[in-house]
Each structure stands twice: as structure tokens, then as C-alpha cells.
């Protein structure tokens, strides 16, 4: 079955320190790939997005992802944390499925914490 | 511009009430989503309107769940009656016309439903 696996539940990390959130997904061909957070009390906010082309993605924030085909992953990275980055990030790939069936399927999320 | 709006923020219900929620989707967005995050489990496709037709609602649970948007702008997801397994975050979204899967999909803040 297609799924998007984010493995870890929850990461800690300090402020200043760098962050890779890990994702892999299961599809047949290459997907749109998206990285969301989302912040207490607010909806999910697209960080940035894969389609084709460059590997390497800049988002906002100053997060950046990776596309490995061969490791079918999109993981994103950020060099230094900040505190406003504490939140709940999304890892989602985007699928047709059959004529103009398109949506989003999200892995299970990983919750960010930032020490002081 | 504003985006997309979700009321009410907070349900808590009894088994078998009803309960109505509302999307208001950026004007203009004629894709509108509705997606679900049930606890500890990942965000879920619901269904797809393209204006007031429903391009998809595979990911509808089962038929206590209505979901409709007249005239093709706000939507409402109406589960009648509820049962404790509706309990959830639901998640409206909505993008810009085709081709879909270039354009982002812009997240309300969700309506948490706590069904007792």
C-alpha cells in the first residue's frame, strides 16, 4: 500500500543546534512532495514543496529537503534552530488517483521541541 | 486576503448528536478539501470538491458523514449521528484551479471535535 512514514514521533533539540526531520514514502513513481507545520492553534502552513528539477528545495523559515530517489526520501533540514520553530511538522506527498483525483496523503507528523 | 476559515474551532457532543462544521476557502478557490487527523494516527483525506461537485470522496468514512458546498463556495461536513470514533481534528483546505498539483493547498486551523 502507498503510506508516507515519518519515523520519529518526537524530536528535541536546542537552539542554534542544526535539524533533519526524516521522511520515506511508498509509491510507484515519483510523487509531489510537500513539508507542512503546523504551530498551536494554527493551520498547517506549506514550508515547501518537490516537484521536479533540483533536488535540493529551499523553503521558508530556512528549512531546505532533499530528494533521494534511491532511498525514496524527502527529509528536511535546517542548519539552526529556533525557538518559534518548536511545532508539529507534516511530511505529505501529493497523488492523482484516477482522472482528477488529486490529494494529499501526510505521514503520522513528528513534534519539534526546542530547548533553551 | 483572508484564508481559510473553519468554525467552530472546539465541538464536544454527545454520541449520537449532530454536528455541522463549516469551510470558508479563499475566494476564489474552487478545490476545496476536507481532511481528518484522528489522535496519535496521520492526517486523512476526506474529500474533494471542484466548485459544488465532489471530484472524489473516497475517503469518506461511511454514511453518517455529509459533506456539501452549494454554490460552490463555503462547505459543511455534518456527521449524524456521531459516534465516539468521529473524535478528531478536522482539516478544510483549498487551492486554486488547475493544474492542481502545482498549487498549494492553504489549511484552516481545523475544528477539533470531541465526541463523548
Known amino acids: 500500500a502507498q503510506s508516507v512514514t515519518q519515523p520519529d514521533i518526537h524530536i528535541t533539540v536546542s537552539e542554534g543546534a542544526s535539524l533533519e526531520l526524516r521522511c520515506n514514502y511508498s509509491y510507484g513513481a515519483t510523487p509531489y512532495l510537500f513539508w507542512y507545520v503546523q504551530s498551536p492553534g494554527q493551520g498547517l502552513q506549506l514550508l515547501l514543496k518537490y516537484f521536479s528539477g533540483d533536488t535540493l528545495v529551499q523553503g521558508i523559515k530556512g528549512f531546505e529537503a532533499e530528494f533521494k530517489r534511491s532511498q525514496s526520501s524527502f527529509n528536511l533540514r535546517k542548519p539552526s534552530v529556533h525557538w518559534s520553530d518548536a511545532a508539529e511538522y507534516f511530511c505529505?506527498?501529493?497523488?492523482?488517483?484516477?482522472?482528477?483525483?488529486?490529494?494529499?496523503?501526510f505521514g503520522k507528523g513528528t513534534l519539534l521541541t526546542v530547548n533553551p | 486576503e483572508a484564508g481559510v476559515t473553519q468554525f467552530p474551532s472546539h465541538s464536544v457532543i454527545e454520541k449520537g448528536q449532530t454536528v455541522t462544521l463549516r469551510c470558508d476557502p479563499i475566494?476564489?478557490?474552487?478545490?476545496l478539501y476536507w481532511y481528518r487527523r484522528v489522535m496519535g494516527k496521520e492526517i486523512k483525506f476526506l474529500l474533494h470538491f471542484v466548485k459544488e461537485s465532489k471530484q472524489d470522496e473516497s475517503g469518506m468514512p461511511n454514511n453518517r458523514f455529509l459533506a456539501e458546498r452549494t454554490g460552490g463556495t463555503y462547505s459543511t461536513l455534518k456527521v449524524q449521528p456521531a459516534e465516539l470514533e468521529d473524535s478528531g481534528v478536522y482539516f478544510c483546505?483549498?487551492?486554486?484551479?488547475?493544474?492542481?498539483?502545482?498549487?498549494?493547498?492553504?489549511f484552516g486551523p481545523g475544528t477539533r471535535l470531541t465526541v463523548l
Open positions: 483546505a483549498s487551492s486554486s484551479p488547475t493544474p492542481i498539483q502545482d498549487n498549494e493547498q492553504f
Open positions: 475566494s476564489g478557490h474552487d478545490n
Open positions: 505529505a506527498v501529493g497523488l492523482y488517483s484516477g482522472g482528477s483525483n488529486y490529494k494529499l496523503t
